[in-house]
């Protein structure tokens, strides 16, 4: 076994390990929110809406974050892993909110969709912009579909996220493409928010 080939299975495993226990917390936090979730997304989508939108938007963090990308995923076959298995990771994570925080009911599914077609409507700085969000838009759409029509067990949830990391971890090493998440260019602490927020239509964007 390579040095990097280590280096790398080790860095995803505590990954792996810091992930597990940032969900376990959130999950936690939150179910003892559920009552008054709406409200919380109803707070965010006014954040968003008075402060940190034109700041992302006028600085042009999306296309900062589009180069860093797509530099670290130039095969196709690489990207297209990475487009199943992002689906599958937000499909989970919807999956566990709706068994462990707040079901997903018709309002709430109609106001995640509002949330991101408005976030990426106002965010992307670029001519084409309405395409991407309008990709990313089905990209939830579909991925909310999936919860409510599999209404699969917590257990099965969590083992496809964890299925799913490891799954792109294992094609950069196939396909011999440095993974993003460990070269950032710019802040780290920034670049990770940014990448987690741009997940969806940076997968959208060639």
């Given at each position: 076994?390579?040095?990097?080939?280590?280096?790398?299975?080790?860095?995803?495993?505590?990954?792996?390990?810091?992930?597990?226990?940032?969900?376990?917390?959130?999950?936690?936090?939150?179910?003892?929110?559920?009552?008054?979730?709406?409200?919380?997304?109803?707070?965010?989508?006014?954040?968003?809406?008075?402060?940190?939108?034109?700041?992302?938007?006028?600085?042009?963090?999306?296309?900062?974050?589009?180069?860093?990308?797509?530099?670290?995923?130039?095969?196709?076959?690489?990207?297209?892993?990475?487009?199943?298995?992002?689906?599958?990771?937000?499909?989970?994570?919807?999956?566990?909110?709706n068994n462990n925080v707040y079901?997903?009911?018709?309002?709430?599914?109609?106001?995640?969709?509002?949330?991101?077609?408005?976030l990426y409507s106002s965010t992307i700085n670029k001519d084409d912009n309405y395409i991407i969000t309008f990709k990313s838009c089905l990209f939830v759409f579909n991925s909310l579909c999936m919860v409510k029509v599999f209404n699969a067990s917590s257990k099965q949830y969590i083992g496809l996220f964890f299925t799913s990391i490891i799954l792109q971890e294992l094609s950069h090493i196939a396909y011999n493409e440095p993974a993003l998440l460990y070269n950032y260019s710019g802040n780290q602490y920034n670049d990770v928010f940014l990448h987690n927020l741009f997940m969806i239509p940076l997968l959208h964007d060639k």
């Open positions: 076994m390579s040095y990097v080939f280590r280096i790398t299975y080790i860095n995803t495993f505590l990954l792996l390990i810091q992930m597990l226990l940032r969900s376990c917390l959130c999950i936690f936090i939150f179910s003892q929110l559920s009552d008054i979730l709406p409200v919380l997304l109803n707070f965010m989508l006014f954040y968003f809406n008075n402060s940190l939108i034109e700041h992302i938007h006028d600085d042009n963090y999306y296309e900062h974050m589009l180069v860093q990308f797509n530099n670290h995923h130039q095969i196709y076959n690489n990207r297209i892993v990475h487009y199943a298995t992002s689906f599958c990771t937000f499909t989970s994570l919807f999956g566990l909110v079901t997903i009911n018709h309002k709430a599914f109609c106001k995640i969709l509002y949330f991101t077609f408005f």
